[in-house]
């Protein structure tokens, strides 16, 4: 694993809302996340449907865009140990800036083979806070392609996104650009990566994933962060009921079992 970025990548990362780190993780390391997702991929959709959102239908289209499986380091230590490592949540912190950070969710995105194009969109509008600095990384189990549904993004687009305006991941790819007709004006940049890399983006970067067109699957795996302090908004998104009931607008999003602070300066 790359142990530290440059500054030169950390003013891209502010300055475009996304960078990619093209062999972030060694040959070794890639075949334990790979090896660790699958498992508890398997294990998720063999088991309890709980946490998936998408498989109620096999026919419906969301389900063609990605196999989804959200917080699987809630139920799999091994997935825990590498999306919570400590190493890549200080890389992560490191980017926004921040004194610390907590998990919102992880999650595996699998784009099976003939599958749907992600529709553009915002992460940061369907969370419970608002944050101009919330983090995702993104990392590519397999090469991402323009031709398997790479990463796409609108460079700049996270300086003048709203909270308050997103759009499901649905059948028209690009329905955002009626909330931000602006931002049609930008040139999208795709982020193809080979296998092992990383691509961070900020949660209010505008970004979107293109059709499989291959007959293989596209495998991520990827975790979004809040930074320390984060303050609850009233939106539910995947906050369990009981916890939701507990808050109030502008509490503080310190659960740790909800939330855990995979980082903190103070750590160092
Ligand atoms: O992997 C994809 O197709 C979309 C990923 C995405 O929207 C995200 O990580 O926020
Ligand atoms: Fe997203």
Same mark, same amino acid.
């Given at each position: 694993?790359?142990?530290?970025?440059?500054?030169t990548q950390i003013e891209s990362y502010h300055e475009h809302?996304?960078?990619? #780190?093209?062999?972030?993780?060694?040959?070794?390391?890639?075949?334990?996340?790979?090896?660790?997702? &699958? $498992?508890? #991929? =398997?294990?998720?959709?063999?088991?309890? #449907?709980?946490?998936?959102?998408?498989?109620? &239908?096999?026919?419906?289209?969301?389900?063609?865009?990605?196999?989804?499986?959200?917080?699987?380091? &809630?139920?799999?230590? $091994?997935?825990?140990?590498?999306?919570?490592?400590?190493?890549?949540?200080?890389?992560?912190?490191?980017?926004?800036?921040? /004194?610390?950070?907590?998990?919102?969710?992880?999650?595996?995105?699998?784009?099976?083979?003939?599958?749907?194009?992600? $529709? +553009?969109?915002?992460?940061?509008?369907?969370?419970?806070?608002?944050?101009?600095?919330?983090?995702?990384?993104?990392? $590519?189990?397999?090469?991402?392609?323009? /031709?398997?549904?790479?990463? +796409?993004?609108? %460079?700049?687009?996270?300086?003048? =996104?709203?909270?308050?305006?997103?759009?499901?991941?649905?059948?028209?790819?690009?329905?955002?650009?009626?909330?931000? %007709?602006?931002?049609?004006?930008?040139? %999208?940049?795709?982020?193809?990566?080979?296998?092992?890399?990383? #691509?961070?983006?900020?949660?209010?970067? =505008?970004?979107?994933?293109?059709a499989n067109m291959t007959n293989k699957y596209r495998r991520a795996m990827t975790c979004a962060f809040m930074?320390?302090?984060?303050?609850?908004?009233?939106?539910?998104?995947?906050? %369990?009921?009981?916890?939701?009931?507990?808050? /109030?607008?502008?509490?503080?999003?310190?659960?740790?079992?909800?939330?855990?602070?995979?980082?903190?300066?103070?750590?160092?």
């Amino acid at each position: 694993m790359i142990n530290e970025l440059t500054a030169t990548q950390i003013e891209s990362y502010h300055e475009h809302g996304f960078l990619v #780190v093209e062999g972030f993780f060694d040959d070794v390391e890639l075949e334990m996340w790979r090896q660790c997702v &699958d $498992a508890a #991929v =398997a294990d998720r959709l063999g088991g309890s #449907v709980e946490h998936l959102t998408n498989q109620g &239908d096999p026919q419906a289209f969301y389900a063609r865009v990605f196999t989804q499986c959200l917080r699987l380091a &809630d139920t799999n230590d $091994a997935v825990r140990g590498l999306v919570y490592d400590p190493r890549l949540g200080k890389l992560t912190s490191d980017l926004i800036g921040a /004194e610390g950070i907590r998990v919102w969710h992880d999650q595996a995105l699998i784009k099976p083979p003939h599958g749907n194009p992600t $529709a +553009w969109h915002l992460d940061v509008p369907y969370w419970s806070f608002d944050s101009r600095d919330a983090i995702s990384f993104w990392v $590519a189990l397999d090469d991402a392609t323009l /031709e398997n549904g790479c990463m +796409w993004y609108i %460079p700049g687009s996270h300086k003048t =996104a709203r909270f308050d305006n997103s759009v499901g991941i649905g059948h028209n790819v690009g329905e955002l650009f009626n909330l931000y %007709p602006e931002w049609r004006d930008i040139d %999208p940049v795709p982020v193809p990566c080979p296998a092992g890399s990383i #691509v961070w983006h900020n949660g209010l970067c =505008a970004h979107g994933a293109g059709a499989n067109m291959t007959n293989k699957y596209r495998r991520a795996m990827t975790c979004a962060f809040m930074p320390d302090g984060s303050c609850f908004n009233g939106k539910r998104n995947i906050l %369990p009921q009981d916890l939701f009931e507990s808050l /109030e607008i502008g509490d503080l999003l310190g659960n740790d079992e909800q939330n855990p602070l995979v980082w903190h300066n103070s750590w160092q």
